[in-house]
């Protein structure tokens, strides 16, 4: 698993708004990875409405969000449609390839990411590691928010 101070692993992923590049991504600013483990599931939504509320405060800084899972895109769109929408992507990690680069495998399911969130600086060093992260803790969301420059 990277770890803060470490360099994160370069993907690139299908997503519901087309392919997403870290290494694109970063050329514009931070990036804030969120790996879930499934759409519709009521901790991942929270999860990721969570995130959704954030968003304004993270565009604000320059900073770009990119919630991942094992899940397809069709499934993916229907979740985000359930949500009333996303300003950023779901991208698809049906491999989980990625997952594994960033050790956010899901505990006791090899095919699903876990809850794990990873706060990314433009030159590619992580700055933030909550892994595994729960959506109900806030300080674990402050603490990737602060790293991205988001005052809580």
Do not use: W
Not at 10 to 19: K, V, Y
Not at 71 to 89: N, Q
Not at 92 to 113: I, K, L, T
Not at 128 to 149: D, F, H, I, T, W
């Amino acid at each position: 698993m990277p770890e803060a101070g470490e360099r994160g692993p370069d993907f690139a992923l299908p997503s519901t708004d087309g392919e997403v590049r870290l290494g694109e991504l970063l050329s514009r600013g931070r990036v804030l990875l969120a790996f879930y483990f499934e759409d519709a599931t009521p901790t991942c939504s929270t999860e990721v409405e969570a995130l959704k509320d954030a968003y304004e405060a993270l565009r604000e800084l320059g900073a770009e969000v990119v919630a991942i899972s094992a899940d397809g895109l069709e499934s993916h769109r229907a979740f985000a449609d359930r949500l009333g929408g996303l300003p950023f992507p779901l991208a698809s990690d049906e491999d989980v390839a990625v997952a594994r680069a960033y050790d956010a495998v899901a505990d006791g399911d090899p095919r699903r990411s876990r809850r794990a969130l990873f706060a990314i600086d433009r030159d590619g060093t992580v700055l933030y590691v909550a892994n595994p992260y729960s959506p109900n803790s806030l300080s674990q969301l402050e603490g990737a928010l602060r790293a991205l420059g988001v005052e809580v």
